[in-house]
């Protein structure tokens, strides 16, 4: 056990230090939020938002109880990163802007965008949440920690190194990030594969019809995790910001192309580990436990580099995700709407501000929903809002009778109807109408809604952009 605990120890402190290193770097507002990255810092950037936690544990969780089918968590995001490489990668960058809130403004208007902001806000920190309660569970059930102690001490860490070097801190570390993740799960492999006869010997001791089924987990499970994915992918502020930071279009596509190359295959290393933690374990009471219970079973050394890649995983998503948090405020709310006038330096103050305070909320809510049952349901509505913001951008972008008002009270009967789904099946154990799940409701009540209220609300044209379309 000290073994392992050094290990993430260890790694922790050079996480900060480069953090630090990269402090240099960011004098002004725009080096904070990112400006000029090439391809290599874009895709490390990037990566973060989609290989977090849940591609690591999570993912593990679902090859342990349905086989292969739980990659395409990852194969989904990849999915809807190559969407936004293809189709709208060009477009946002001839915007001018650094914030998903501030392309809505592009079309639907201001009012639309600060009321984005809000929502996507809320979408980062219950993402964030989610990871912080995942490093502090990893500290809890791996290392002996105590819950509050760990999440204090790793969150006030990332924090730390995210306010120093703002998005170069984010794009230099998650390079080492995504290195130790890929490692870190090639080696888990190797030497797990090695314990049980080989990775061949899966197929010998798990049902084929069952485990090496790419739809067990679901079919309908499946097309929704897709379609979340693509709609998510491009309104992703801490995916999406990295891509309005590189330093032309040639670079951000490329960069773009190259994360759902590394995001997308993620998945099938973990569930493949999943699988083997259930041969190895066949009785886990609990299915969360598969990864970190098959990490204790090897050799110290070579588990505390595994479980330090699972925390890479969690530190990759945390950073981006409070960044957008700040980026998002301090530009769409404060600059473009509090205080226009607002000097570089004073922005920048407010930038970190925002993201110390949301990493602060994180710490909170986590502690205060650890050992709660709608954490996960918290996170799939905070996508399902996100998804179906861009469902009214698209309608923004190629309808020409979108209003802004209409978009707004779009974005809010939304919302409301997202929550509605979530605690109706909290309560009842289904949804309100069987088989519509909150991302199929989310995403017809945007459309649905969008059209409605702008044919109710009209306004005179507001000059939207149409080249580029």
Not at 189 to 200: A, D, E, M, N, Y
Not at 297 to 315: C, E, K, T, Y
Request: charged share 10%; proline share 3%; glycine share 10%.
């Amino acid at each position: 056990m000290a073994i392992q605990l050094l290990i993430i120890i260890l790694y922790f402190v050079i996480t900060i230090a480069i953090g630090f290193y990269a402090k240099r770097k960011t004098t002004s507002s725009s080096a904070f939020h990112g400006a000029g990255l090439g391809v290599l810092l874009c895709v490390a950037a990037g990566t973060g938002e989609w290989l977090g936690g849940t591609s690591t544990t999570g993912v593990s969780e679902y090859g342990y109880t349905y086989g292969l089918s739980g990659a395409w968590y990852t194969i989904a995001n990849g999915m809807g990163v190559c969407v936004l490489a293809i189709f709208f990668a060009k477009l946002y960058r001839s915007l001018d802007t650094v914030t998903v809130p501030g392309i809505i403004e592009k079309f639907i208007g201001k009012d639309a965008r600060v009321v984005a902001s809000v929502l996507l806000t809320f979408v980062m920190i219950a993402v964030g949440t989610a990871q912080v309660i995942a490093a502090g569970t990893l500290g809890v059930t791996v290392l002996g920690l105590n819950y509050v102690t760990s999440v204090i001490i790793l969150g006030i860490g990332f924090i730390v190194y995210t306010l120093a070097g703002g998005m170069v801190a984010v794009a230099y570390t998650n390079v080492m990030h995504v290195v130790f993740m890929y490692g870190g799960v090639l080696v888990a492999l190797f030497l797990t594969g090695s314990q049980i006869g080989g990775i061949g010997n899966i197929q010998n001791a798990l049902p084929s019809e069952q485990y090496f089924n790419w739809m067990n987990i679901g079919p309908s499970k499946v097309y929704s995790w897709i379609i979340a994915s693509i709609l998510g992918a491009c309104t992703a502020q801490a995916g999406i910001q990295p891509i309005l930071a590189a330093k032309d279009v040639k670079v951000a596509r490329k960069a773009a192309f190259v994360t759902a190359a590394v995001v997308a295959p993620f998945g099938i290393f973990t569930a493949l580990l999943g699988m083997m933690a259930k041969v190895q374990f066949p009785q886990l009471a609990n299915a969360k436990l598969a990864l970190p219970t098959l990490m204790m079973s090897l050799h110290p050394i070579a588990g505390g580099i595994v479980l330090a890649s699972i925390m890479a995983a969690i530190l990759s998503t945390v950073s981006p995700i409070i960044l957008a948090c700040g980026t998002m405020i301090s530009k769409d709310i404060y600059q473009r709407i509090m205080k226009p006038e607002a000097a570089d330096r004073e922005v920048l103050f407010v930038s970190r501000l925002i993201t110390a305070l949301s990493g602060v909320i994180s710490i909170i809510l986590a502690i205060v929903m650890y050992g709660g049952t709608r954490i996960l349901d918290i996170v799939y509505f905070a996508y399902t809002i996100r998804g179906s913001l861009f469902v009214v951008l698209l309608l923004g972008i190629y309808w020409k009778k979108t209003s802004s008002k209409g978009a707004v009270w779009a974005m809010l009967t939304t919302a409301l109807v997202s929550i509605v789904w979530l605690i109706y099946n909290s309560i009842y154990g289904h949804y309100p109408i069987a088989g519509l799940n909150e991302t199929y409701a989310a995403v017809v009540t945007a459309f649905v809604s969008t059209i409605l209220f702008s044919l109710i609300f009209v306004k005179p044209e507001q000059g939207k952009i149409t080249e580029n379309r």
